[in-house]
Nanobody, 127 residues
Framework: QLQLVESGGGLVQTGGSLRVSCAASGDMFSNYAMGWFRQAPGKEREFVAAIGRSEGNTDYADSVKGRFTISRSNAKITVYLQMNSLKPEDTAAYYC????????????????????WGQGTQVTVSS
């Protein structure tokens, strides 16, 4: 069983930067592929970024490619999402998710691919 706790959300102006973190506990973090999703008011939750068990494999939604960077520290059992050049349309609750993946470095894109979820952290970008 893995527990995930997000932090680092807040209010930022358009063009600003923010880093959200997701701390894991309860199981061996390096056995999990990780992902970030977001949900804006009135919209469905959508994929943002994913990273494999190591840092060697990452992928992003087209809407954030070139602006967001996902990374992980297996030593600190934390996954990060660095968000630059933020836009008002990035306003959402951001959720981290984990999928047990003992071998390989696959990234996953669908909500149903993931086994565990955090409670979310709110990111608001003012215009």
């Amino acid at each position: 069983q893995l527990q995930l706790v997000e932090s680092g959300g807040g209010l930022v102006q358009t063009g600003g930067s923010l880093r959200v973190s997701c701390a894991a506990s309860g199981d061996m973090f390096s056995n999990y592929a990780m992902g970030w999703f977001r949900q804006a008011p009135g919209k469905e939750r959508e994929f943002v970024a994913a990273i494999g068990r190591s840092e060697g494999n990452t992928d992003y939604a087209d809407s954030v490619k070139g602006r967001f960077t996902i990374s992980r520290s297996n030593a600190k059992i934390t996954v990060y999402l660095q968000m630059n050049s933020l836009k008002p349309e990035d306003t959402a609750a951001y959720y981290c998710a984990a999928r047990f993946s003992r071998v390989g470095d696959t990234v996953y894109y669908r909500e149903t691919d993931y086994n565990y979820w955090g409670q979310g952290t709110q990111v608001t970008v003012s215009s």
